[in-house]
Each structure stands twice: as C-alpha cells, then as structure tokens.
C-alpha cells in the first residue's frame, strides 16, 4: 500500500538536511590529501566561511524539514538543531584532532561552526516568512 500524501510529504521534507548532513560529514571527516590545498584561500581563512556555511546550512535544511513537515511550534526544534550544529562541530574537532590524518583541530572552526548555526537560529523566523511568500507565489 502507498504511503498516504502528508505521510508521503513529511518524508520528502527531511530528503535535504539528510542529504546535506551526509555531504557536511564527508567534507569535515575527509582526510586532508583528499582536500585542495590553494595556498591564497588558507591566507584569507576561506575555510571558517565554508565552516560557517556547512553548519549554519545544516541548522537551516533541519528548520526546513521540521517546518514542511507541519511542526507548529518551532522553537524547540530550532534550538535543538542549533545546539546539535554546534555539538556536532565540537565533535568533528576532535575526530578531526585524532583519527583523521592530514586534518588540524582548530577553534577557529569551532567558532565558524557554532556562528553559522546560531545565526541562521536568529534569522530563521525571517527566512520561514520569505519561504512561505515566494511558495504562495
């Protein structure tokens, strides 16, 4: 039996932040010969901007899915994909410091990490009401 459209809906909902945070561990858990070195975007810290991006991306696919999904209430899935984000940063650090070679543990990064996903926690009302008028569109 086909699954019913809202149930059909709710599993379509969660597709890109499980798909992103597939792509967000594969980036962070590389090893670092797999990862261009451009000695120009080292020197200008390009890597805290991709950081802020993967994690302040991360917050936002999971709002996103949550909120498809028919969630009425928001804030304690915001708050808790925030704070996963953030753990989730912390936790690549040290995966990072101690089991995959070529890759630094940096604080920088931490920081990156938690930045983008606490910004996109702040911005998300904002970004939910943009959604929801270029869908009605």
Not at 21 to 42: E, F, N
Not at 59 to 64: G, M, Q, V
Not at 99 to 126: H, N, Q
Request: net charge positive; hydrophobic share 55%; proline share 7%.
């Amino acid at each position: 039996m086909a699954p019913y459209p809202a149930t059909l809906k709710r599993i379509q909902a969660f597709v890109p932040p499980v798909l992103w945070t597939i792509i967000l561990l594969a980036l962070c858990l590389a090893p670092g010969k797999y990862l261009p070195q451009i000695l120009v975007l080292d020197q200008i810290h390009f890597d805290k901007l991709v950081h802020f991006c993967l994690f302040g991306g991360f917050t936002l696919f999971w709002a996103i899915g949550f909120s498809d999904s028919g969630v009425s209430r928001m804030m304690p899935f915001l708050i808790f994909f925030t704070t996963l984000a953030v753990a989730l940063g912390v936790s690549v650090e040290f995966m990072q410091k101690y089991w995959i070679p070529g890759r630094d543990f940096e604080i920088g990064d931490m920081v990156a990490d938690a930045v983008g996903a606490i910004t996109v926690a702040l911005l998300f009302p904002k970004i939910r009401r943009i959604l929801e008028n270029l869908r009605s569109r």
